[in-house]
């Protein structure tokens, strides 16, 4: 597919319609048609706010302009943005609601530039649609941690791989210090953002501090989400299971290896233990970005790729940033009851690394009864040079070469005979989607169970990052890809179409960031994998990581 042409030359303001005006904070917003002659396909209407405060290019972001970095790995251009763009195609009647995609979307703080793609400072975005109409904007979350550093001009707490410069040894000890009560730790909340049951919608990162409301309309942020039990903790894992009835959790315990398993209800800040899963092997318990369950069950990945504590205590980064490999100490798949709390399973698996899991659900005999559980997940081969390779410098050093690491959608099958070993295969053969699978999900009304399809970034090789949408027939065993020479796509999200039927009958919605600096809105028909709209954004926006749908009330 051609990427599209460049933005047009000139510009006018019109007013704005009291439907898209906004004002908050003193900022008036002003429609700006992009005139001059082009190609219908570049024409985008946008509401600009007039007096918008900007982010001081870095270095590094001036090269955008020379066009050596992609706007990908590229710092947000602006604090905020708001405006209707215009469709090319047809967005469906029946989508009406709000998309939210958060992500690391600033890189740099003064001229101090960050190392890692998962460091940035956290830039939320929107894309609300409708009655065929869609409205963009995106606007940066106002942590701590962010308001610190743009007051100081500097980093002030400890990101990914990031650690403030201390002037001396003393400050350094009371650094450390801050680090063990949790005071020194990010809460720069740049990796999800879920809608809980009540309503509430807040931002989230692997730090328990870093859990932020924010009005899905607006994008201001309200506040921290304060849990108001006594269950203590720094870390969490970054992905929830979250519906309309619960919020569910795992929190790892890094004294006494092991992770509690916790539940929490809608309406309420208070996190309610259902039970405890001990490690069974390593210095401290394997790193759990995400974790699947099924109807019945909560399982506990226990991952060889662990917490590591003096990685955390050291002020530049080691080659697996707050982690280490520990093969020696084996994978586990540990399966617990989420009525009772009780372990059912604990099995030896091979070993794995793996961010994501996509989803699991239950094998049941004839007779009904629980024989296994299936647990799919993008998993990179047990290789954990991934991690290294979303270094921000080898993302936008791409020379052509292809150097991504292979990987799957790994399958875990779990026994629940007291069998000891589970096994690891691939879904289908990953050719099918590039041997690159990661940023999946699925169809909500399918969490933990059976289903079909699945929807992630898959690679078109050569490339040093996924680089196509996929999508996953786990029947068939085949892929679907759309690919766009040169661009970026975000995680595909997928929406049903009320009253739907069928599994995959709905729409996904994406964001492409593209080669020559620009970017647009992607929709594809979630049942063909085609395109059926897109709308293109006035400027490119970094990449982004995890989002949510809010429906319109």
């Known amino acids: 597919?051609?990427?599209?042409?460049?933005?047009?030359?000139?510009?006018?303001?019109?007013?704005?319609?009291?439907?898209?005006?906004?004002?908050?904070?003193?900022?008036?917003?002003?429609?700006?048609?992009?005139?001059?002659?082009?190609?219908?396909?570049?024409?985008?209407?946008?509401?600009?706010?007039?007096?918008?405060?900007?982010?001081?290019?870095?270095?590094?972001?001036?090269?955008?302009?020379?066009?050596?970095?992609?706007?990908?790995?590229?710092?947000?251009?602006?604090?905020?943005?708001?405006?209707?763009?215009?469709?090319?195609?047809?967005?469906?009647?029946?989508?009406?609601?709000?998309?939210?995609?958060?992500?690391?979307?600033?890189?740099?703080i003064g001229d101090y530039n960050f190392r890692h793609l998962f460091d940035g400072y956290a830039t939320l975005v929107k894309l609300y649609f409708e009655n065929g109409r869609l409205v963009a904007g995106h606007r940066q979350i106002e942590s701590e941690a962010y308001k610190a550093a743009k007051k100081n001009n500097k980093l002030c707490f400890r990101e990914f791989s990031e650690v403030p410069k201390q002037e001396n040894f003393l400050a350094y000890i009371g650094e450390i210090a801050n680090l063990f009560s949790g005071a020194s730790l990010t809460d720069n909340a740049n990796t999800g953002v879920v809608k809980l049951g009540d309503g509430r919608v807040v931002c989230l990162t692997e730090t328990q501090k870093g859990s932020i409301i924010i009005d899905p309309e607006t994008l201001d942020t309200l506040g921290k989400f304060e849990y108001s039990d006594s269950l203590g903790g720094l870390i969490h894992s970054a992905h929830p299971i979250v519906t309309d009835n619960e919020f569910l959790t795992l929190l790892p315990d890094l004294l006494k290896p092991g992770y509690l398993v916790v539940r929490m209800e809608p309406g309420s800040n208070e996190r309610k233990v259902i039970g405890r899963v001990d490690c069974r092997g390593g210095p401290a318990p394997g790193w759990v970005h995400s974790f699947p369950v099924t109807e019945n069950y909560v399982i506990v990945p226990e991952m060889p790729l662990r917490y590591c504590a003096k990685n955390l205590l050291k002020a530049e980064p080691t080659p697996l940033y707050k982690f280490e490999w520990h093969p020696h100490s084996k994978g586990f798949m540990h399966v617990m009851c989420k009525a009772s709390g009780k372990i059912v399973a604990s099995v030896e698996v091979p070993l794995y690394v793996t961010f994501h899991f996509i989803n699991a659900y239950e094998e049941r005999d004839e007779e009904g009864r629980v024989t296994s559980i299936i647990a799919d997940c993008c998993e990179h081969n047990a290789d954990t040079t991934i991690l290294e390779k979303l270094r921000l410098q080898n993302l936008r050093a791409f020379m052509g070469m292809d150097v991504l690491p292979d990987a799957k959608v790994g399958r875990f099958i779990i026994p629940l005979d007291g069998s000891p070993c589970g096994k690891l295969e691939a879904a289908l053969d990953p050719d099918e989607h590039g041997r690159g699978m990661d940023m999946c999900s699925i169809n909500p009304a399918y969490l933990g169970?059976?289903?079909?399809?699945?929807?992630?970034?898959?690679?078109?090789?050569?490339?040093?990052?996924?680089?196509?949408?996929?999508?996953?027939?786990?029947?068939?065993?085949?892929?679907?890809?759309?690919?766009?020479?040169?661009?970026?796509?975000?995680?595909?999200?997928?929406?049903?179409?009320?009253?739907?039927?069928?599994?995959?009958?709905?729409?996904?919605?994406?964001?492409?960031s593209e080669k020559n600096g620009d970017g647009y809105a992607l929709l594809l028909d979630g049942s063909t994998f085609e395109e059926i709209a897109r709308a293109k954004f006035p400027y490119g926006l970094p990449y982004g990581l995890h989002g949510c749908w809010v429906p319109k009330k």
């Open 1 to 108: 597919m051609a990427s599209l042409a460049s933005a047009a030359r000139g510009c006018y303001n019109m007013p704005v319609s009291d439907k898209y005006e906004h004002k908050r904070q003193g900022f008036s917003l002003s429609k700006v048609i992009f005139a001059g002659k082009r190609d219908p396909r570049d024409s985008v209407i946008t509401n600009v706010a007039t007096k918008m405060p900007s982010i001081v290019p870095s270095p590094e972001k001036d090269d955008v302009g020379a066009g050596r970095n992609h706007v990908a790995w590229t710092s947000v251009r602006q604090e905020r943005w708001e405006g209707e763009l215009l469709v090319q195609g047809e967005i469906p009647l029946w989508l009406k609601g709000t998309y939210l995609r958060n992500g690391p979307g600033l890189w740099h």
């Open 449 to 512: 169970k059976k289903y079909r399809y699945a929807y992630a970034c898959g690679a078109q090789r050569p490339c040093n990052f996924p680089n196509t949408l996929t999508k996953i027939d786990l029947v068939e065993k085949k892929a679907k890809n759309w690919y766009d020479e040169g661009a970026v796509p975000s995680e595909p999200l997928f929406v049903a179409r009320p009253g739907a039927t069928e599994e995959d009958d709905g729409v996904v919605i994406s964001m492409i």
